[in-house]
């Protein structure tokens, strides 16, 4: 299985998915707006052993994340909602669902607070939902915020739940300050006159916020590609 940002082929893969397992069931061009809108919000899982009668094939879509920023808060605070969440019934309790939100705390929280400044992300559930709204507060860290009467169109109540990115930002504020520190400006264009990199500048150690009760950051090492 691999998990990777959403791409303008899979929509109609991310559609079907949808109509199959949801009841809450949106036209091609809303998933479209989310892509072209928010390209860095949403997710994938690809069941990458399917095999493909002819080079060029689609990837079987089994599962998506479908995140976005608000556009016109309720509460005037900027921030970030999960639009829709589902995998296909072939592919559950492989933990696919978990992978995807985590995929999405990970890298599409880090660009909701980098790019868009928000200060939490949001979701509804279904109050019935007991697997979901186990996967969002006990696994993830979500909190329920409010109960909200006959949100789903067949009458059933939602859990208005969130997640606070405080903590997170701090994160990205403290990068972007130790950044300008070290005088980044960019790349020369070119090597005329380009210096030799330290091994210390070569490796820089990034830590990543997987979001507020997901567990410890995440410290990866990016390498600066070598000229060839």
């Excluded at 030799?196 to 410290?219: A, I, M, T």
């Amino acid at each position: 299985m691999d998990i990777r940002p959403l791409r303008s082929v899979d929509l109609p893969f991310v559609q079907s998915t949808n109509i199959t397992n949801l009841p809450e069931n949106y036209f091609l061009k809303y998933y479209l707006y989310h892509l072209l809108t928010w390209p860095q919000l949403s997710y994938v899982a690809v069941d990458c052993s399917a095999p493909k009668k002819r080079p060029g094939d689609p990837d079987k879509i089994v599962g998506y994340v479908l995140a976005k920023m608000e556009e016109e808060p309720s509460d005037g605070v900027t921030h970030g909602h999960i639009t829709s969440l589902s995998v296909m019934r072939t592919h559950r309790r492989l933990g696919l669902a978990e992978g995807l939100m985590r995929q999405s705390l990970i890298d599409a929280e880090k660009a909701m607070v980098e790019t868009f400044g928000a200060k939490y992300v949001s979701l509804h559930v279904r109050v019935s939902n007991v697997a979901a709204l186990h996967l969002y507060r006990d696994t993830l860290g979500f909190s329920v915020e409010k109960t909200e009467s006959k949100y789903y169109a067949d009458g059933e109540d939602a859990y208005g739940m969130r997640q606070d990115l405080a903590g997170l930002a701090e994160i990205v504020k403290k990068a972007v300050d130790e950044a300008k520190e070290d005088g980044d400006e960019g790349e020369e264009v070119g090597n005329v006159g380009k210096k030799e990199k330290s091994p210390k500048d070569k490796q820089k150690l990034v830590k990543v916020g997987r979001g507020l009760g997901v567990g410890d950051l995440v410290e990866r090492v990016e390498g600066v590609r070598q000229e060839s």
